[in-house]
């Protein structure tokens, strides 16, 4: 009884605050650079551009972009209206909320702004003396994001990552702003130049009234050198051109031209961490399976053994006829895989896979493969740039698949960014395995969260 009574004083304690504190998150300001300056002033009163009807800035990820655009909007509508309605979207309401509104918050409140968050109705409300605003959260991913946004009157509507959200959704949006005074502000990294934004809104700038600002790296001041360069490791190619660069460029010509068949088409002998098996599969074109090899220590991806059988060229083969070559080849590289992942349009390979108990005796998971092409893509990349991905020589279809696998010029001319459909199998179950294993593992979790958008690019 006496044990029960001083715990009930102890939980009195708590809730009195007397022996508990709970450490609060804060924000330290650090300097902003005269682009950040200029995207929180260029609404002032004293502003040459104050009469712009809105703001864009896109550029380079990491470039202080958000931070300030975020702020300012806020201090904006804080400043110049009082009871009114205003929006904010990102790609989705949960990546809006962890790359923007948890820092705006911080922000707003070492600022002396009272904030409420009513998450079940996606609703921010701010407050600072006799002034109260109310601040709507949108997802804008696809087509029918426009639906949630039709009705509402907004004094202002800000978009983070713009680029990743459908025109239907932007057009209907900036349509709500029909308050006297209100203004757009967007905010994203480049993707093709030929991209509905980029022709719509950067391009017709001037035309609709609008401020333009372009950002780089060295935009942030609170960005160390280190920081810059390890970033700039991440990408290649044209994403290289897009993200550290900041250009709205082109995908073109070869898709990883960072590979080197003398860097990577190499022999490795390792402990390996896990081992397991990705592929891709056709009837007429080509089947291929890899083994894969993970190294904790050196972070490492690598291709142990391949099989490819292409039967247009040499004849075609059964479901079942895949699954017994498939259990040989493991037996001939004398390896037991933690999971075998297949291209998820292949659900008759799959079906079959897990029908047959050799695979359950040594249980060997059946899983359909991640496959977002993009952001695979960009994962390859980065691994191959940083020499973290590499094949054995034996691998002879993937090395040539390598060279050929371009971008579609033809799908370019029509404003679609593709890759050549041809003789891609073995690209294809590349992008397989270091994607779903890293989505499985979270072996490449701050990349993948960086590419896919999930995690903060400014």
């Known amino acids: 009884m006496k044990k029960i009574d001083d715990l009930k004083k102890k939980w009195s304690k708590i809730k009195n605050n007397k022996t508990h504190t709970v450490k609060k998150a804060t924000i330290k300001f650090k300097p902003f650079s005269k682009k950040q300056k200029q995207v929180l002033t260029w609404w002032n009163d004293n502003s040459p551009v104050k009469d712009k009807d809105g703001i864009i800035a896109d550029g380079a990820i990491r470039s202080g972009k958000t931070i300030s655009m975020s702020l300012s909007y806020a201090i904006w509508a804080m400043s110049k209206f009082n009871g009114q309605n205003f929006g904010m979207a990102g790609k989705t309401i949960g990546s809006f909320r962890r790359n923007v509104l948890f820092w705006l918050k911080l922000m707003l409140k070492a600022r002396n702004y009272q904030i409420q968050d009513k998450r079940a109705d996606n609703l921010l409300v701010a407050s600072k003396g006799n002034t109260t605003n109310y601040f709507y959260i949108f997802g804008g991913k696809d087509e029918r994001s426009q639906d949630l946004i039709q009705g509402i009157t907004l004094a202002g509507m800000f978009f983070d990552e713009v680029a990743l959200m459908p025109e239907s959704f932007v057009n209907q949006a900036t349509g709500r702003c029909s308050v006297e005074g209100s203004k757009w502000w967007f905010n994203c990294n480049p993707g093709a130049p030929f991209h509905w934004f980029k022709k719509n809104w950067i391009d017709k700038a001037k035309e609709k009234n609008l401020l333009y600002l372009h950002f780089t790296m060295d935009d942030n001041l609170s960005l160390p050198e280190k920081i810059k360069n390890r970033y700039k490791s991440m990408y290649a190619g044209v994403f ?197 294993d890293s989505k499985i593992h979270r072996t490449l979790d701050r990349a993948l969260k960086l590419f896919s958008g999930k995690g903060t690019r400014e």
């Not at 370019?412 to 050549?420: Q, S």
Request: hydrophobic share 40%.
């Open 240 to 436: 290289y051109l897009r993200y550290i660069l900041g250009q709205w460029a082109v995908a073109d010509g070869a898709v990883y031209p960072m590979f080197n068949p003398e860097v990577h088409a190499v022999e490795l002998k390792r402990n390996w961490t896990r081992i397991f098996i990705a592929g891709d599969f056709g009837i007429q074109n080509a089947t291929t399976f890899g083994i894969f090899g993970y190294y904790a220590p050196e972070k490492r991806y690598h291709q142990i053994a391949s099989y490819y059988h292409n039967g247009r060229e040499e004849g075609q083969k059964t479901v079942k006829e895949y699954v017994a070559d498939l259990k040989n080849f493991i037996r001939e590289n004398m390896v037991i895989p933690e999971y075998i992942t297949i291209d998820p349009s292949a659900a008759a390979l799959m079906v079959e896979l897990r029908k047959d108990t050799w695979f359950s005796r040594h249980n060997i998971r059946i899983i359909p493969a991640k496959n977002n092409v993009e952001i695979g893509i960009q994962l390859v990349s980065y691994l191959l740039n940083i020499n973290k991905l590499t094949l054995d020589p034996s691998c002879t279809y993937d090395i040539e698949e390598f060279s050929s696998y371009v971008w579609d010029s033809d799908k370019l001319d029509k404003g679609k960014e593709e890759v050549v459909k041809l003789n891609d199998h073995a690209m294809d179950k590349i992008r397989y395995a270091i994607m779903t």
